[in-house]
C-alpha cells in the first residue's frame, strides 16, 4: 500500500509540471524570431554578422569621417558645425557667381580689391591729424620655416604617389583599370566642352557637401544598391571581354635559349 501511494503522488508531481512545461513552451514560441534571439542573447553578435556581410562602396571598412580624415575638413563637409559648414557654401557659392555669373574675371578681382583696399588705407592715414587718431598699421607677415617644409614634403610624396599611379595604370598589366581610366578621362573631356574648369570645380565642391553626409545617413541602402550595381557591371564587362577583349591579338613571349 506504501509503494502505491509514492506511486501516485510521483504521478500527480508529474501531471503539475506539465502545464508549466507547456506554459513555458509557449511563452518562447510566442515570441518572434528575433525577439527569441535576443532572448537567447545572442541577437547582437546575428546582426553585426549580418552587417559584416554587406560589402562597403568602395571596400570601406572605417567611417566615413575618418575616410576624410577626421579632422576640421570631416567635419565641414559632414556638417558636424551646420553654422560652418554654411558659410564655407556660401562664400564658395559667391565667388562662384561672381566669376561665373556676372562674368568677373580673378585679375580683375583682385585689382579691384587692392584699389579699395589702398584708397581706404590713403584716406585714413590723411584723416588720421583731424580725427586725432593714429595711423592704420599695417603687420609684417611672418610664415613659420618647419609648416612649410612639411607641406611641401607631403605634397612632394603625394606627387611621386600619383606618378607610380600614373606608370602602373599606362604599362597596361592591368587591363580593366586601364580602360576604367580611358573612359573616366573621356567622360571628363566631355564635361569640359559644356562647363569651364571653375563650373567643374564648383559642383565637385557642392558634391563634397553632399553625397558624403547623405552616404553617412543611408549607407546600408547605399552599399546594397551600389553592389547590385557593381554586379551588373562586372557581368556586361565579362561579356565584353569574352566577345571584344579575349579576340585581341597580343604577341607572344618567345622562350630564351640556353
Same mark, same amino acid.
Given at each position: &500500500? ?21 506554459? =513555458? ?23 553585426? @554578422?549580418?552587417?559584416? %556581410?554587406?560589402? *562597403? ?11 576624410? =580624415?577626421?579632422? *576640421? ?13 554654411? =558659410? ?6 559667391? /565667388? ?11 585679375? !580683375?578681382?583682385? @585689382?579691384?580689391?587692392?584699389?579699395? =583696399?589702398?584708397? &581706404?588705407?590713403?584716406?585714413? @592715414? ?16 611672418? /610664415? ?16 611621386? *604617389?600619383?606618378?607610380? /599611379?600614373? *606608370? ?11 580602360? @576604367? ?17 571653375? !563650373?567643374?570645380?564648383? /559642383? ?52 630564351? %635559349?640556353?
Amino acid at each position: &500500500m506504501a509503494e502505491h501511494a509514492d506511486e501516485v503522488k510521483a504521478a500527480e508531481s508529474l501531471l503539475d509540471k506539465v502545464p508549466d512545461k507547456i506554459h =513555458g513552451h509557449d511563452s518562447s514560441s510566442a515570441l518572434p524570431p528575433s525577439e527569441a534571439v535576443r532572448d537567447k542573447g545572442i541577437g547582437g553578435g546575428y546582426s553585426a @554578422s549580418l552587417k559584416s %556581410k554587406v560589402n *562597403r562602396l568602395f571596400g570601406r571598412e572605417k567611417p566615413v569621417h575618418h575616410v576624410f =580624415g577626421g579632422g *576640421r575638413a570631416a567635419d565641414i563637409f559632414l556638417w558636424r558645425d551646420k553654422k560652418v559648414s554654411a =558659410g564655407v557654401l556660401i562664400a564658395l557659392t559667391i /565667388i562662384w557667381v561672381f566669376f561665373e555669373c556676372f562674368e568677373y574675371h580673378l585679375l !580683375t578681382l583682385v @585689382s579691384h580689391l587692392l584699389i579699395i =583696399g589702398i584708397a &581706404m588705407l590713403f584716406l585714413w @592715414s590723411h584723416a588720421s591729424t583731424f580725427i586725432k587718431k593714429s595711423p592704420p598699421h599695417i603687420p609684417q607677415v611672418q /610664415i613659420p620655416e618647419k609648416p612649410v617644409l612639411q607641406i611641401a614634403s607631403a605634397i612632394t610624396s603625394e606627387i611621386n *604617389r600619383a606618378l607610380v /599611379i600614373v *606608370r602602373e595604370i599606362a604599362s597596361g598589366k592591368d587591363l580593366k583599370q586601364f580602360l @576604367s581610366v580611358i573612359a573616366g578621362l573621356w567622360v571628363v573631356s566631355i564635361l569640359g566642352k559644356y562647363y569651364n574648369f571653375l !563650373t567643374l570645380v564648383y /559642383i565637385v565642391v557642392v558634391l563634397l557637401f553632399t553625397l558624403p553626409v547623405f552616404y553617412e545617413k543611408y549607407d546600408d541602402q547605399v552599399d546594397a544598391v551600389a553592389e547590385k550595381v557593381l554586379i551588373e557591371i562586372k557581368k556586361q564587362y565579362a561579356v565584353f571581354d569574352a566577345k571584344v577583349l579575349s579576340k585581341i591579338p597580343r604577341g607572344q613571349t618567345k622562350a630564351k %635559349k640556353f
